[in-house]
C-alpha cells in the first residue's frame, strides 16, 4: 500500500491548498550529533572506514548558510575499497496528508574520476530501507545545487519519512554535503504551475498521437 499511495510523487493533478500552510522539517544541521528522529544508517559493504554521515568538514568546503561547517557530510570511506556504499540520512516522521514540498541542498567535493551520487524519496514512517520510493537519482556538482520534488496529500493520517541514500562504488566516490532539508506546505503557486506543465505534456502527447 505505502509503494502504491507514494507513486504520487511525480504527479501534480490534486488541488491546491487555500494557503500556504506550515514548514513540517527545517534542518540546518547546526550539530549532527543532536538530530532527534533522524535516523542514520550504513547499509553497504562492511568494513568503511568512516561513519555513515557526520558534521560537514569546513576545510573540504562550507556550509550553504549558518556556521561553516553546519552540513552533513558523507564519503567514500564508508565502504572499504571495492565495496558499495549504501549510506542513508531519514528524515523523522511528518504528515502526508497535505500536498508537500520537499527540497534540499547538496555538493560534492569534484575531483577528477571521482563522482557522488544521492538517491533521494520516502520511506515508511517506520524507517524500513526495503519500502524506499526513489524520486531521482542525481550526480551531486561542485557548487551547492538545490532538488526538489512536490508530493500530493495521501489523506488524513497518512505519514513518511524523507530519505536520502549516498550510494554507488565505493571507489568511484569523494565527498558528498546536505544543507537545508526541507518539507513544507508550498504555495498554490507551485501547485497552480505544476498543474500548467501537466496539461502542456498531456497536450503534447495528444499531439504526437494525432501525427
Known sequence: MFKKTCLALALVGAAAAAHAGPTLINEGFDDVNALPGWIISNQGTP??????WVQGDQSIFTALSGAANSYITS?????????????????????????????FWA????????????????VNAAGVFSSFVPQATVTVAGEWTQYSFLLS?????ATSRFAIQYAGAADNANYVGVDNVSVNVPEPSTWALA???????????RRRAQV
Open 153 to 157: 496529500g495521501q489523506g488524513a493520517g
Open 107 to 122: 555538493r560534492g567535493d569534484i575531483q577528477a574520476g571521482f563522482f557522488d551520487q544521492l538517491t533521494y524519496g520516502l
Open 47 to 52: 568494513g568503511g572506514l568512516t561513519q555513515p
Open 75 to 103: 564519503n567514500y570511506n564508508n565502504a572499504p575499497a571495492g565495496g558499495t556504499l549504501s549510506s542513508w540520512l531519514i528524515s523523522p516522521v511528518f504528515s502526508t496528508a497535505e500536498n508537500l514540498e520537499v527540497s
Open 195 to 205: 498543474g500548467v506543465s501537466l496539461l502542456g505534456l498531456v497536450a503534447a502527447r
